[in-house]
């Protein structure tokens, strides 16, 4: 297998720590205001919240490869990936928190983060981010302009449409677009095996005359492997890829999910690989890097959240008024 | 503005000569649909672009309205300024999502940050048996939904400007070109539709409606083909000393509800035609923009000549029962004349 560089390696590791710190400072800071009993109308950051907690590989082992100019669209589960992208961490956690300062003033939240300054955004309906991607990827082969477009899904969506269309669309167009499913088995409450007419993905690439991979074992190595060839087709001009990468939910499918469809033991087996110290212990048995070099990287990590929840904090909300305004261009 | 010679343009080619003018200044204006590029597109609104232009910039797309719609967002996203067609508005249903939750919310959900400068354009209407799916007009299915500006031209002067002014919106905006007033070889054509246009590039200004025919005793509010029979209408009425004001919608978002209201304070009468289906639409919007702004202006009640509210039958007779008509305007105007003896109820 080709490693990713020391480089790429560390900045892998920083960038998983700092999605898990950034998933469960939102995790506590999402229960303020909600007790004694649930609502999730309530508390100082309301709505639905999906965390990646477990998911962190896939968003690094891909966005390793990607430049400010790349293009990702993501999911209602975005965060992992806006960090790995570069989004704006302070504006992210804004938006996050509903504040004026926020990626879109308080308007998108946490499903729908928007920066265009590093070509990010996602959404809250399933397979929707499939389409712009294809048609981001157009939009660079029509002006002559580099770039490839990764779309973000879940394993439940590639059963709905808007998968099938684009995956074709863009084989026809023969256009830079990686799709990546993040397989963690569960579209909410409902199995891979009782929604999916075949146990892996892959194979539906064949459908659209396109490569398909399935990545094991939420290994971030082997995921910045496979994503970085088909990457590297996509930039060659040689079209669009499928691949699908096994993952895990450590979280609910949303913070106040009572998780009662999982198998007993199933999530206790799962924090054993818990994909972040499972890394940290291979880069010190490699030697690629000390345990005091590691704790200052978590240290470091710890304080950007720190900050950013900081700014999110302190800065002011919206006026309601503005929810009428930045309809149109 | 040229008169130059005798330039009656058909509505097609009025929408093609835009896209194709719009094309010629601005490399990133493309197009895409299902059989715009060697048909030339099923009502000829993008006839001779694909000799013009190659397949580059204007592509014949799959069956795949949620993929094509979503990548125009995307590239509209990403620099590009899109046209797409949407082949029947009935069609939407396979893929609204693209429409309303994604390109009608991302300027909004991104607080600015991001322009979506696409056209969706789609044909509307029915009257020539075509059945329930392929008939419909839908207008205020999709100017009800907020982040999407609306338009509706009634003739090929408009549609040129319309079209001008969508594709240079940094909005998305939703085309609705009407299938009896396009001037395609398969379908009979308003006459009225077809009209001078001139050759240069101009635009018409989103959301502003037009008098098409000035008048004193009751307002005729209507888009598309309405408009037609409203002028029609009009005529008739002026045989017998009744002067009709007839506005011409044009955009349905922004509406001009400024326009409507000035003339229904001057004629006291409202009547609104609307091909659309007759509750929670058009029809009703554009009454609650008068009774909500000043009741006292109306000296009788509204009345609207609407589709009614069934599916669209597709046996002749039927389908004619339900359509506006010129015979229903008349017949509406009736309801609210003003009366000749003065001890009657209507003022």
New interface residues.
């Given amino acids: 297998m080709m490693q990713p560089s020391l480089e790429q390696k560390l900045w892998m590791y920083e960038y998983m720590v700092l999605s898990r710190r950034c998933e469960e400072q939102i995790a506590t800071i999402y229960m303020e205001g909600k007790s004694p009993v649930f609502n999730m109308a309530n508390g100082t950051i309301p709505g639905e919240m999906h965390l990646s907690n477990g998911q962190e590989p896939v968003a690094v082992g891909v966005c390793a490869h990607l430049e400010a100019a790349d ?1 990702v ?1 993501a999911t209602h589960r975005p965060h992992h990936q806006a960090i790995a992208k570069g989004v704006d961490l302070d504006r992210m956690m804004a938006e996050i928190f509903g504040k004026a300062t ?7 939240g946490h499903m ?1 983060l ?3 300054e590093v ?1 990010f ?1 996602c ?1 809250g ?1 399933i397979g ?1 981010g ?11 082969k ?2 002559g302009k580099p770039g490839v ?1 990764v779309a973000f899904i879940g394993e439940g969506a590639t059963n709905q ?2 998968f099938h ?2 995956l ?2 863009a084989a ?2 023969n256009v830079p677009f990686i799709c990546v499913v993040e397989d963690n088995a569960w579209g909410i409450s409902v199995a891979k095996e009782a929604s999916t007419s075949v146990p892996r993905n892959d194979v539906r690439a064949a459908s659209y005359g396109i490569p398909g991979h399935y990545v094991e074992g939420n290994d971030p190595y082997r995921i910045h492997e496979v994503a970085g060839e088909a990457i590297e087709r996509a930039r060659a001009g040689k079209g669009p890829s499928l691949i699908e990468v096994e993952t895990f939910r450590l979280a609910g499918h949303f913070m106040g999910d009572a998780e009662g469809y999982r198998p007993e033991g199933e999530k206790d087996a799962l924090f054993e690989i818990d994909p972040i110290p499972r890394m940290r212990q291979r880069l010190v048995d490699d030697g690629d890097a000390s345990d005091e070099q590691l704790r200052q990287i978590e240290e470091k990590a710890e304080q950007r959240i720190n900050k950013a929840i900081d700014f999110a904090r302190e800065s002011a909300e919206p006026r309601p008024e503005d929810a009428l ?5 | 503005m040229t008169q130059s010679k005798n330039r009656k343009l058909t509505i097609a080619r009025a929408m093609a000569e835009s896209v194709a003018q719009e094309m010629r200044a601005d490399e990133r204006v493309f197009v895409m649909g299902e059989d715009i590029g060697e048909l030339g597109g099923v009502y000829g609104n993008t006839r001779g672009l694909l000799e013009e232009f190659g397949k580059d910039r204007i592509r014949d797309t799959p069956i795949s309205e949620t993929a094509f719609i979503g990548a125009a967002v995307g590239a509209a996203q990403d620099g590009m300024r899109p046209v797409v067609e949407l082949m029947f508005v009935d069609f939407f249903g396979v893929c609204f999502d693209a429409i309303y939750n994604l390109m009608a919310k991302n300027i909004y959900f991104s607080g600015g940050a991001l322009k979506v400068p696409m056209v969706l354009m789609t044909s509307t209407g029915g009257g020539y048996s075509d059945g329930g799916q392929h008939s419909q007009c839908l207008y205020g299915t999709f100017a009800h939904l907020p982040g999407m500006k609306v338009v509706a031209p009634s003739n090929a002067h408009d549609a040129k400007g319309l079209m001008t002014a969508a594709i240079r919106d940094d909005s998305p905006v939703v085309f609705m070109y009407h299938k009896r007033l396009q001037g395609m070889g398969w379908l009979g054509t308003e006459a009225g539709a077809t009209v001078q246009t001139p050759e240069e590039s101009y635009t018409v200004e989103i959301g502003k409606a037009a008098v098409s025919r000035a008048g004193t005793d009751v307002t005729i509010v209507s888009l598309g083909l309405g408009v037609h029979h409203a002028l029609k209408a009009a005529e008739q009425l002026s045989e017998e000393g009744v002067e009709a004001e007839v506005i011409d919608l044009r955009s349905l978002v922004p509406l001009d509800r400024d326009t409507i209201r000035q003339s229904v304070a001057k004629t006291g009468r409202l009547i609104v035609v609307d091909e659309d289906y007759h509750s929670y639409g058009v029809s009703g919007e554009v009454i609650a923009s008068v009774t909500e702004h000043d009741i006292s202006v109306l000296k009788a009640s509204p009345r609207r000549v609407a589709y009614p509210d069934v599916p669209i039958p597709f046996e002749r007779g039927m389908e004619q029962f339900c359509l506006p008509s010129v015979e229903k305007i008349i017949a509406a105007y009736r309801e609210i004349q003003p009366s000749r003896s003065p001890s009657a109820a209507s003022v």
């Fill in positions: 293009v669209t926020g990626l879109s003033g308080g308007r998108g729908h928007f920066d265009p070509n955004a959404s309906i929707q499939m389409g712009p991607a294809v048609g981001a990827a157009l939009s660079r029509m002006q477009a449409g808007a269309e684009a074709n669309l026809v167009w305004t930045a309809v149109f261009a």
